[in-house]
């Protein structure tokens, strides 16, 4: 039976209540301890929900990164309000997080224990392999809107963004591996004053987009 209006609504509830718990039990646990009771716990809800819109943990976790990468999506949607500069500070700024911000932390080295069993998990691989496209493809859209716009130099876009985003991902994992807190806003300043003011065109305003 098709679902009704009210049904789906329901079912959209229930799933982002389950993604939200996902969220705090991986951060509770872990990747590798993390079980669908551990979920379902955070949720409120019984194991028998659980499995009846997911088959298994692996199903809810493939869905759970395409939820995260549904929601970068949203964060970092285009501003006609913010210049190609800005933006590109504000996507430095998301990798960032302050030491004390343990929860987030933990989300994170749980990540990186999920993407560890990427080679050997197709559907993990290809979510995983999407999250870096994503990544990726936000940058180089902002550089080559910028270019346009002439305020950047011209510059591979795709190229550049690989370099930024390997760099970045490179310092948030010595910070949660190392319990290095203060690596990855060393590493975010300087990008930002060697690599994103570096792509400005001489003589622009980068809050403006227009010559001086």
Request: charged fraction near 30%.
């Amino acid at each position: 039976m098709a679902d009704t209006p009210n049904g789906s609504d329901a079912a959209a509830d229930t799933r982002e209540e389950i993604m939200d718990a996902t969220y705090r039990a991986l951060c509770e646990h872990g990747y590798a301890d993390l079980t669908m009771q551990h979920i379902a716990d955070e949720a409120g809800k019984s194991t028998s929900l659980l499995h009846y819109h997911f088959d298994t943990k692996e199903d809810l976790l493939v869905a759970f990164i395409d939820h995260l990468i549904t929601e970068f999506e949203e964060v970092v949607a285009p501003s006609e309000e913010n210049s190609p500069a800005d933006r590109l500070r504000e996507y430095l700024d998301l990798w960032e997080f302050a030491p004390e911000e343990d929860e987030r932390a933990a989300l994170h080295l749980a990540l990186l224990e999920l993407r560890s069993r990427g080679p050997f998990n197709e559907a993990y691989r290809e979510q995983l392999a999407r999250s870096d496209e994503v990544l990726r493809s936000t940058v180089a859209d902002i550089i080559q809107n910028g270019i346009e716009q002439g305020v950047f130099r011209e510059v591979d876009p795709a190229a550049t963004a690989r370099l930024l985003v390997a760099t970045l991902d490179g310092a948030r994992t010595r910070q949660i591996t190392l319990d290095d807190p203060e690596y990855t806003r060393g590493v975010r300043d300087q990008l930002e004053e060697q690599f994103v003011e570096g792509l400005l065109v001489d003589g622009t305003d980068d809050t403006t987009g227009k010559g001086q």
